[in-house]
């Protein structure tokens, strides 16, 4: 079992920053990949930034070189810097975990951008 805490969401202007957290707790040491994903009002769940426990990341073209997915191992916690924020990026954003064929999930938080 893996818990995972998010926070740091909020609300800011078009062109802003904002960077999220979520602490992982539990079974860590099987965790293959984290990510994030987000939802916006009437649209599916997308992803956003993966990053492997090899330290590979990817990302979804709409926020390349505006996003950046790191980890900090020593505090379990995956980060997701958001730069250059646009209105279309208003979303729940939701961490996941994989271990083996299952995944886990966070709460979500909530990101609002104004323009």
């Known amino acids: 079992q893996v818990q995972l805490v998010e926070s740091g969401g909020g609300l800011v202007q078009a062109g802003g920053s904002l960077r999220l957290s979520c602490a992982a707790s539990?079974?860590?040491?099987?965790?293959?990949?984290m990510g994030w994903y987000r939802r916006a009002p009437g649209k599916q769940r997308e992803l956003v930034a993966r990053?492997?426990?090899?330290?590979?990341?990817n990302y979804a073209d709409s926020v390349k070189g505006r996003f950046t997915i790191s980890r900090d191992n020593a505090k379990n916690t995956v980060y997701l810097q958001m730069n250059s924020l646009k209105p279309e990026d208003t979303a729940v954003y939701y961490c996941?975990?994989?271990?083996?064929?299952?995944?886990?999930w966070g709460q979500g938080t909530q990101v609002t951008v104004s323009s």
């Open positions: 996941n975990a994989i271990v083996g064929i299952q995944g886990y």
């Open positions: 990053i492997t426990s090899g330290g590979s990341t």
């Open positions: 539990g079974s860590i040491f099987s965790i293959n990949a």
